[in-house]
Structure formats: structure tokens, C-alpha cells
């Protein structure tokens, strides 16, 4: 059963700004729910929008790098396949992804 909080505490949480999530949200990367006009992030959410956090802070990828990561990989996220991923999409365009 997935836990939900307020967007403004999965914020606080992953020590990021709710201006940050919700630009998640509008590239596609995450889904919130919204419910008495507050905005909320299940707990797998959270988990996603911290491995994007990692890929935008750490990786340093663009949002084009990010979207071909997610679109290959499913949790639990592996940061050591990050390379490799990018490295075959960049190769081969066509490959079959994860949710295929």
C-alpha cells in the first residue's frame, strides 16, 4: 500500500524545492495526486522523484538524458546502469525499452 504526503513535505524531505517536483511532474517523470486542492506524492513517487534528483544533481544529465533513463529502467533504480543505458540509446535508437 503506497503512503502519500504533501508535495511540500516530499519536498522538505529530498531537500529540494516543490517547484522542482512539480517541473518533474509537467516532463512526465512523476504523478501526483491532487485531492481538496492539495497536491500529494505517493511514496513510490518520492522514490523516483529522488533518483531524478540524483540524475539532474549528480549525473548532471539534461532532461533528454533523464527521459531516455527512465524510459529504460524500472525500480529499483540502478545509478551503475546510467552509463551504459545512455551509451546503447546513443548507439541504437530503436532498442526495445523496458516497458515495451
Wanted: hydrophobic content about 35%.
Amino acid at each position: 500500500m503506497l503512503d502519500y504526503q504533501l508535495i511540500s513535505n516530499a519536498a522538505s524531505t529530498l531537500l529540494t524545492e516543490e517547484e522542482t517536483l512539480l517541473g518533474f511532474q509537467r516532463n512526465g517523470w512523476i504523478t501526483t495526486v491532487r485531492r481538496n486542492d492539495s497536491v500529494f506524492l505517493a511514496s513510490d513517487q518520492t522514490y523516483r522523484a529522488k533518483y531524478i534528483l540524483y540524475l539532474t544533481n549528480t549525473r548532471k544529465l539534461t532532461d533528454k538524458q533523464i527521459g531516455t533513463v527512465l524510459d529504460f529502467q524500472r525500480p529499483p533504480y540502478s545509478a551503475a546502469q546510467v552509463d551504459e543505458i545512455l551509451r546503447r540509446e546513443s548507439d541504437d535508437p530503436k532498442l526495445d525499452r523496458a516497458d515495451a
